[in-house]
């Protein structure tokens, strides 16, 4: 069995704040060994249950923050930019079941540090028509592929969120929104546990079923005007409305692809104080 963990940040156990997940910060430096306490928690749980490949996707922005001499032996590390599937980078390779671990609620979505791609920017994101997070857009992916989402980790919105786009997924919440920027936290000690137990479960659903490669249609909804005409310059993208694009795509792989780049370009046209 081989299993990917495609390990995002904000949702960690304890992460509350911007200084707890960006890189360089004492604060970031602290919550990398939380981090990775987590991805631990959750590997040994997959390992126990007969998991005997793990593959760990560095997921959150500079994608170097879990510590290797702390990981799991038995996981491997994908870790640094650039990767053609970003967080879902491996997706492709023969896996059995994806675990999202320390993943947020999207972007317009109350949530702990809730987002989609650009911490700021972007004010909504819809894929086929439903409000999309992180999560619904990598599990489109994974099911692509035909790959089951097993365990989802996060604060309670994203865990009440994943309940849509991932049924038959384990769920556990580290810690309980209270706002975009404070939460009920669980102490590592418990929420290792809780990850281990969950992580065991799901390796139940473990097991590719039938890729289902269909079309696609993803709209963005920036918080200005400039961000939707300069993205709107990207070939196959239309702007849709003063602050939305949008595109269709024949395979999510393709979508995922048009997205990042449509990120890419919103970043780069961001004006200093005035976004």
Known sequence: MRIMI??????ATGVTWTDDVVPGTEQWQRFRRL???DVNAVAAGLAGAGAEDLLVN?????????????LDPRARMLTGRHKPLSMMQGIDGDVDGVVFLGYHAGAGADGVLSHTYLENQITGVWLDGKHASEGRLNAAL????GVPVLLVTGDDKTCEDAADYAPGAELVAVKECVSRYAAICLPPSRTAEMQT????????RAGRGEPSPRSHRIEVEFDASHL???????????????????????????AMKAFKVVTAIAAGAVQGKYG
Do not use: C, K
Request: aromatic letters at 4%; zero cysteines.
């Open 6 to 11: 495609s390990a995002d940040m904000e949702g």
């Open 197 to 204: 137990e969950a992580a065991r479960r799901a390796m139940a």
């Open 35 to 37: 981090f990775t306490g």
């Open 58 to 70: 560095e997921a959150h922005s500079s994608q170097r923050n879990l510590l290797l001499e702390e």
């Open 142 to 145: 994974a099911a692509e592929y």
């Open 228 to 254: 939707a005409q300069a993205t709107a310059v990207i070939p196959t993208v239309d702007q849709v409305s003063v602050r939305r694009v949008g595109f269709d795509a024949p395979n999510m792989t393709e």
